[in-house]
């Protein structure tokens, strides 16, 4: 069983900045992709930002070339760097881990992320 704990969102200006973390542990003997996805009231779930173990990254069309996702595979945690922040990135944001053999997908609880004036 993985356990995910996200930290980092909260209340930011429009054009501001934050960074989320999201650190794995419990029975971990192989992670292969981390990532985050967002979900915003009424809308579905949406991928923001996936790494894999070598370091291969796929970003969301809305936010690339503001946000950037990162990993430190010793430390099981994942992060987001996330600038020029907008108010439709206003959302729920979901840490997303693949591990496993099976590639068993868990998920975080979410962190509320608010750009807002």
């Known amino acids: 069983q993985v356990q995910l704990v996200e930290s980092g969102g909260g209340l930011v200006q429009p054009g501001g900045s934050l960074r989320l973390s999201c650190a794995a542990s419990?029975?971990?003997?192989?992670?292969?992709?981390m990532g985050w996805y967002r979900q915003a009231p009424g809308k579905q779930r949406e991928l923001v930002a996936r790494?894999?173990?070598?370091?291969?990254?796929k970003y969301g069309d809305s936010v690339k070339g503001r946000f950037t996702i990162s990993r430190d595979n010793a430390k099981n945690t994942v992060y987001l760097q996330m600038n020029s922040l907008k108010a439709e990135d206003t959302a729920v944001y979901y840490c997303?881990?693949?591990?496993?053999?099976?590639?068993?997908?868990?998920w975080g609880n979410g962190t509320l992320v608010t750009a807002s004036s």
């Open positions: 997303m881990v693949v591990a496993g053999g099976m590639g068993t997908i868990y």
């Open positions: 419990g029975t971990i003997f192989v992670i292969n992709a």
């Open positions: 790494i894999t173990s070598l370091g291969s990254t």
